[in-house]
């Protein structure tokens, strides 16, 4: 008999960006996500901001859609009479509030290659911001041994599972990494030091963590090799830089600018409504102060990260 699954630590952009299934072939067998970086996934450990759930059942028999949001996307969750625990759970649940899910996935596919990711939860409970700051570092450091994992594998593109296993690959990390390289390629390194870099701002604020990714840069190059993600590794310093000759300052500027996207969102979105602040009605705003629907777009994705704001539906904002 096989043991329960691991229960992966996973950001919702390594999950989300995943189109590869492996079927359990026989009745009862374990079913799979391979996402990018070879991580074959049946259930997952997650945390987040409960941003958003609604009940499409009846009372009697509840039938709960909900959306949790991390640092670098939504998860999504459906909760059945088959989850008796999580859907008691969710019925008391609040939003927003921080969360943690342990589930099983489940994949929707409405047509040829396209795959959509769901989680059906075993068990949801509110978390504190500690605990979310645990599971952001686990998840970093997974996410990192991944791609450590994966860059070693494509230093030689003829080698196959036996090969990996030989260099000390397990058999599931050897098999999932041949799976993902034939189905998505190389990965993009980049897509996934940002959300590191994101994950590591959000547990040191008080610090500078940089991976040499500018914040408003779109033209990052596509891959990197091995050497460039060893030197990638988080470089954290002190704030103090008096012995440095001084930069230019300009956080005084992101903060005003964040002050008055917060302050549009309030009045867009008077106490909270359910729906929250229009994005485009924000950037109109935003456009009489001179600033840009670009600079909006990055303003509302640091206040994100700081846990300030949140989407309860797509093209809205609403405060935390």
Known sequence: MSGRETAWRIFARELNGSSLEKRGSEEMSPSYIITPLGTMVNRVLLTGVLTEKENTGTEEEPMWRARVQDISGNFFLNVGRYQPEAAAAMADLDTPSYVAV??????????????????????????SEKDRNLWLLEASQCMWDRLLKVREAVKDPEAGQNELIAKG??????????MALDH????????????????????LPDSEVDFG?????????????????????????????????????????????EEIILGFIDRLDPGGSAKGAPRDEIERLAAEEGISADEVEEISD????????YEPNLGYLRKI
């Open 184 to 203: 998505y390629g190389s990965p993009d390194s980049t897509t996934y030091l940002k959300t590191l870099q994101s994950a590591l701002r959000k547990l």
């Open 102 to 127: 342990i589930g099983k996935i489940r994949t929707y596919s409405p047509e040829e290659g396209k795959v959509y990711v769901s989680i059906r939860p075993e068990r949801i409970v509110q978390i």
């Open 302 to 309: 640091t206040l994100m990260d700081k846990g300030l704001v």
């Open 213 to 257: 990714l500018p914040d408003d840069s779109a033209d990052y190059p596509d891959e990197m090799d091995d050497s460039e993600i060893e030197s990638e590794r988080p470089t954290v310093q002190a704030t103090d830089t008096s012995s440095a000759p001084a930069p230019a300052d300009t956080s005084g500027d992101s903060m005003d600018k």
């Open 169 to 178: 690959f397990t058999q599931q990390e050897a098999e999932g990494i041949c």
